[in-house]
């Protein structure tokens, strides 16, 4: 492991501290995206199976090498408990559990699920609903404003198959465009039911594909997953979007 960088200096000129400012990797099946607060641009960084977190570190090390940043937020593809992911990912390599995140940024870091950081980014309030449409199959809820991070998508849907075989990027390509959308409806259908919420939000890369959203649902904004992950360390931070 690399020696701790040390964090910027805090100062803002004439003794004013300046906004925190929020490095926000949206890990994913695809694409490492990134934003720093204070900045519209999105970065990508190509993942993949063959993907280390280390390997990913040291691209985004290199990206942002000249970047100021006080922390990190980490949206991660899998189950995350007490800020550590706790199961490796399922379309990226192994080497995720057990990471040292902290302290190969030298940054404090915060580790949440890629949809529930989509899905928090995502809320307007009441009871919410996200359903990640990308790769895999992300899942979340949102209630009186707290965050419930969710693993729906390995249940099983119907004929022997999940809900992420029929909703994931090997459901669209088994099934084709028309098929898909018409199983997207059905499980918007489904779950609302189940869980009674006041709307689900459709978001990762393949919300896209829709032509509408179903009755119930709103598409999604890839940009809401920064969101999510700019509030992740509160108001102060210079992120506020």
């Given at each position: 492991m690399k020696a701790r960088?040390?964090?910027?200096?805090?100062?803002?000129?004439?003794?004013?501290?300046?906004?925190?400012?929020?490095?926000?990797?949206?890990?994913?099946?695809?694409?490492?995206?990134?934003?720093?607060?204070?900045?519209?641009?999105?970065?990508?960084?190509?993942?993949?199976?063959?993907?280390?977190?280390?390997?990913?570190?040291?691209?985004?090390?290199?990206?942002?090498?000249k970047w100021e940043y006080d922390a990190v937020s980490i949206g991660y593809p899998g189950m995350v408990y007490r800020n550590r992911p706790v199961v490796e990912p399922m379309n990226l390599a192994p080497g995720w559990v057990g990471y040292d995140f902290a302290g190969a940024f030298g940054r404090p870091v915060k580790i949440i699920n890629d949809a529930a950081m989509q899905a928090l980014g995502s809320?307007?309030?009441?009871?919410?609903?996200?359903?990640?449409?990308?790769?895999?199959?992300?899942?979340?809820?949102?209630?009186?404003?707290?965050?419930?991070?969710?693993?729906?998508a390995h249940l099983h849907y119907k004929k022997g198959r999940t809900f992420e075989e029929y909703l994931g990027l090997r459901g669209l390509e088994r099934l084709g465009m028309k098929k898909w959308r018409q199983a997207v409806v059905d499980v918007v259908e489904r779950l609302s039911r189940a869980f009674g919420v006041d709307e689900v939000v459709l978001g990762g890369g393949h919300a896209k594909l829709l032509e509408e959203a179903p009755p119930g649902a709103r598409l999604g904004d890839n940009a809401n997953a920064f969101a999510g992950g700019f509030s992740l360390w509160g108001k102060g931070t210079g992120a506020e979007t």
């Open positions: 960088r040390k964090p910027p200096e805090r100062g803002g000129g004439k003794g004013k501290p300046r906004e925190r400012r929020i490095l926000v990797l949206d890990v994913g099946g695809t694409n490492v995206k990134i934003r720093l607060s204070g900045s519209d641009v999105v970065h990508k960084i190509p993942s993949g199976r063959k993907m280390t977190a280390e390997w990913m570190v040291s691209a985004v090390l290199a990206l942002a090498r809320y307007r309030g009441g009871k919410l609903l996200f359903l990640g449409l990308g790769t895999g199959l992300g899942t979340a809820l949102v209630w009186d404003g707290v965050l419930e991070p969710m693993e729906l």
